[in-house]
């Protein structure tokens, strides 16, 4: 093998690339970390962005297009037009620009990955690495967490919540639900306090926590403004990738490849480099390296949100107050997996804002479906590395996943009938719900409003799936190896084999954390 200048070269600076970039940068290794969007050092990361609040920033134009992915699309449902999906774009990836959500998938979920054959991605395995990540301010010294890591978690104390936060909690606990303190504790589930992924009250990307501290290692370069086309490759071996950098296309040549590109476009990058399915590759003229099912299996969380017109002393008295504190992980009767469904409070309700009605005193219970079966596809339309890829995220296609929709939303119907819900409301709750409250009681028109309304959690995963070596369904294998190439891996959310039931920022930085032991294996 010929030998260069780099020893690694990491596509994106987002919640895996970042982490992996820097850790092995640390251990001696000379890095170049290739980001599409800009390159900035902690301090510049515009102030808006810090806010407890991303609504604040997301809604306005002139802070989110240099850091959201513009043009980039997805239909939610086969029932729904395309529709703007939130990637971030820049060093921090959507760590800079997301909820700020610090919670951990349940232990099942990495049970569920062992018994996939996913060796070595066992509960015991990934453990360790969750809490290497963290700074948990509260729990750090427990053995499950962590205190010192890059990653500040806190809990907003229950005087610092919003009347939506308070309002949820209350009526669920009435309803019988557990109190659980620590969310992140293995087997926790009921009532909790959202952990948070800030400090003193300003978000903490992971730019911020492990790019800024690693700048000034020799090994590591850091290059925004760089769009990756394709891997280049060198018989079977990946040997460097093919750049767009101010219009003009470069080579870069590394010892190894890593893909840490996201959900959208890190199987963007293998199909343009002739690794996917055949057929989609030959109608666009892209020779076939590997046949694999890059893009099939996408998964994200449904959502559906129940809104809560509030008396003004309820609503939010500043844009920067805390979205939402207070989340409930809960089993439904209809579903085949424990905790597959989550509560979450929204002292801001995010689709009142995005219709233009950003003054008015609208907050919201959300509930999504935290284990899905649903099944989307992300295909190329073109092998230009500037046009975005079609994305069909095809949520509540699988029957098995409507039965635990609409438990949830009727439960979350009745959480809203609640005393403790009634003393927040101003106005009818039934006449700001009219579309849902119509069709609650029957399943067939209960579908059909969920498939046109359902919103995603902006958690999608598995484009680039994980399995066994030799499964049909498996673009890597366990160690992130893209199969039947040498020298390219694939290390970002894309490669979990389904959406955690979970926010999934934690899940991908420890996924960059654990291979960042591994890159020799």
């Known amino acids: ?132 990540l963290e700074d948990d301010d509260e729990y750090g010294d427990q053995p499950h967490h962590g205190r010192g890591g890059p990653t500040p978690v806190h809990r907003n104390p229950q005087h610092a919540w919003g009347s939506v936060d308070r309002a949820l909690a209350d009526s669920a606990l009435a309803a019988g639900f557990g109190w659980a303190p620590d969310v992140n504790s293995p087997g926790a589930t009921g009532v909790s306090p959202y952990p ?49 950098i101010d219009g003009s296309v470069v080579a870069e040549y590394a010892d190894e490849v890593i893909l840490s590109a996201g959900v959208i476009h890190s199987p963007a990058i293998l199909l343009r480099s002739g690794i996917g399915p055949a057929g989609q590759l030959r109608a666009l003229g892209i020779e076939v390296r590997q046949d694999l099912p890059v893009g099939v299996g996408m998964q994200d969380h449904a959502m559906a949100v129940l809104s809560l017109p509030l008396r003004p002393e309820a609503a939010i008295t500043s844009p920067h107050d805390r979205h939402t504190n207070v989340c409930v992980r809960w089993s439904s009767e209809t579903g085949a997996h424990s905790d597959d469904l989550m509560f979450v409070s929204l002292n801001q309700n995010v689709l009142a804002m995005a219709t233009a009605n950003a003054d008015a005193h609208v907050g919201g219970y959300g509930v999504w479906l935290n284990r899905t079966h649903s099944r989307g596809e992300l295909t190329l339309v073109s092998a230009d590395p500037t046009v975005h890829p079609h994305v069909a995220q095809r949520m509540l296609s699988d029957e098995r996943d409507l039965g635990p929709m609409r438990e949830g939303v009727r439960a979350l119907a009745e959480l809203g009938r609640s005393a403790a819900t009634a003393g927040i409301l101003d106005g009818s709750l039934d006449e700001a719900n009219r579309a849902l409250f119509d069709v609650l009681a029957h399943d067939g028109d209960l579908d059909d409003h969920l498939l046109a309304t359902a919103l995603d959690a902006q958690h999608g995963t ?37 959406v955690p039931r979970a926010n999934t920022n934690l899940a991908a930085i420890m996924t960059g954390e654990l291979m960042a032991d591994r890159l020799d294996v």
């Open 1 to 132: 093998m010929a030998q260069h200048d780099r020893d690694l070269i990491v596509v994106g600076a987002g919640s895996a690339g970042a982490v992996i970039a820097a850790r092995a940068a640390a251990r001696g290794r000379r890095v170049l970390l290739l980001e599409a969007g800009p390159d900035y050092r902690s301090a510049q990361l515009p102030e808006v962005w810090r806010s407890p609040n991303p609504v604040v920033a997301l809604m306005d134009p002139t802070a989110s297009e240099h850091l959201v992915w513009t043009g980039l699309n997805s239909s939610r449902t086969e029932k729904q037009p395309q529709a703007p999906y939130w990637r971030g774009r820049g060093v921090g990836g959507s760590s800079s620009v997301n909820g700020q959500i610090a919670i951990r998938p349940p232990m099942a979920d990495f049970e569920e990955w062992a018994r996939l054959g996913c060796a070595g991605w066992a509960p015991e395995d990934v453990l360790p690495y969750f809490a290497r």
């Open 462 to 498: 598995s484009t680039c799936r994980m399995g066994a070596p030799g499964a049909a369904e498996a673009v890597v294998d366990p160690e992130c190896r893209v199969r039947g190439v040498r020298g390219l891996r694939v290390v970002d959310a894309s490669i979990f084999p389904s």
């Open 196 to 244: 948070i992924n800030s400090r003193d009250a300003r978000r903490v990307s992971v730019n911020d926590a492990y790019l800024e501290p690693a700048r000034e290692l020799p090994g590591l370069t850091v290059r925004g403004g760089a769009l990756v086309d394709s891997v280049v490759f060198e018989g079977d071996r990946a040997i460097g990738v093919r750049v767009v």
